[in-house]
């Protein structure tokens, strides 16, 4: 038993030593709390290397090594992300005549193949009145956590700079910003996109912790209700829904509607309702904004797509072997209310980590640091081709 002593001795001294802090003006909990995951995460990861075999595999599986090591080592990300404080480095912000004139929508869907969506699938489009498509808009990344905060700032192949992000730039061009959330709001895959969703002016995340607690995405509908109706035009809102996340069959009994021959037990059947639910929620939203009788705009966009499988759920992430162009390939598109041509498919590619630019462009502001050139609207649209798996950047033919 003298191996735990690696664990007893240290322990008992950091709590003395805590104890004696308490009696001094000086003390500093986060400190402490910080010293005693340093040292778990130390001591956790010198056996999980297996550089010194001091405590049996028997122990080890009975002490969930390897789950307190992750989960120590997440709350010490998350807290190094969140301690990150953002700064707006925008210069010289300036808004067009129209700017404060609409107000603007952007839905953030997830995990959404641009290819299940039967706007790319020749349906017609002509019913579709101000609505248009992008053929094909690409993601930053093959996941949330990697692709939204590229798709939200400024960024190139090293980094992303949170200090030039669309939601500090719309507030210095005198829009009321709002965000509202079904993600989730703290973790290692929500924290990254939560600290630049509070630059908005107005926060709903109606999730307090991770994602795993997400409910249906209408009560973000019904925030946009309460922000819009009956207000003037000049407003920004976030929608961040859940979308079609995994796991589908557990989110079809939120759906309002489903398609024919809806299967509840059939992952393929979830994933196809999830899509089609999608389309009717950007509908509804239009109808929403149509009903206020003012100007408006909407972009919808998936943060990724997904890769297909041959097993259970037949969906996944398209991360490491399971890449795939499926996976990053996206919807994009853009209703604007003034528009009363009918739907159309524009032949275009777009890749969305320049999103930023094509925000600009979408609300009419410029700014120093904004380049025409990488906006979707420019005739002389000029991007490089790559995105990032895993945090490593990947280069596209």
Not at 60 to 74: G, M, Q
Not at 109 to 124: I, M, T, V
């Amino acid at each position: 038993m003298s191996y735990l002593l690696l664990f007893v001795i240290p322990y008992f001294y950091i709590i003395y030593k805590i104890k004696d802090q308490r009696k001094k003006p000086y003390n500093n909990e986060t400190l402490i709390t910080f010293t005693l995951l340093s040292f778990f995460i130390l001591t956790f990861n010198l056996i999980k290397t297996h550089q010194y075999d001091l405590i049996p595999e028997s122990v080890l599986s009975r002490l969930n090594i390897s789950k307190f090591y992750d989960k120590a080592s997440e709350i010490i990300e998350v807290k190094e992300q969140d301690s990150l404080k953002i700064t707006s480095e925008w210069k010289n912000v300036k808004p067009g005549v129209d700017t404060l004139n609409y107000n603007y929508v952007i839905i953030i869907g997830e995990s959404a193949p641009r290819k299940s969506f039967s706007y790319y699938n020749n349906a017609d489009l002509k019913n579709y009145t101000g609505w248009t498509f992008i053929s094909n808009a690409i993601s930053p990344a093959t996941n949330t956590r990697e692709s939204v905060p590229r798709i939200l700032s400024l960024n190139n192949y090293d980094s992303i700079n949170e200090n030039l992000n669309l939601i500090d730039l719309a507030n210095q061009a005198g829009l009321t910003t709002y965000w509202f959330s079904n993600q989730g709001f703290i973790g290692r895959f929500d924290t990254p996109i939560s600290k630049i969703a509070k630059r908005s002016q107005y926060v709903i995340f109606h999730n307090k912790g991770d994602y795993k607690s997400a409910g249906s995405d209408d009560r973000l509908l019904e925030d946009l209700k309460k922000t819009i109706i009956n207000k003037k035009t000049g407003n920004l809102v976030f929608l961040h829904t859940f979308g079609s996340h995994p796991s589908f069959c557990k989110r079809t009994i939120f759906y309002k509607k489903h398609i024919k021959n809806f299967n509840p037990k059939d992952d393929r059947s979830c994933f196809q309702d999830a899509i089609y639910n999608t389309e009717i929620y950007i509908s509804e939203v239009n109808n929403i904004m149509k009903s206020t009788g003012k100007p408006y705009k909407i972009i919808y966009f998936a943060d990724h797509g997904l890769t297909d499988v041959n097993f259970p759920p037949y969906k996944v992430h398209g991360v490491g072997i399971n890449f795939s162009l499926d996976a990053i390939h996206i919807p994009l598109i853009f209703i604007n209310s003034k528009n009363k041509k009918e739907g159309r498919m524009i032949n275009k590619e777009y890749y969305m980590r320049d999103f930023t630019n094509t925000f600009s462009d979408w609300i009419d502001v410029n700014a120093n640091q904004i380049k025409e050139n990488k906006s979707i609207f420019s005739e002389q649209l000029n991007q490089n081709k790559y995105i990032y798996q895993g945090s490593k950047l990947t280069k596209l033919s």
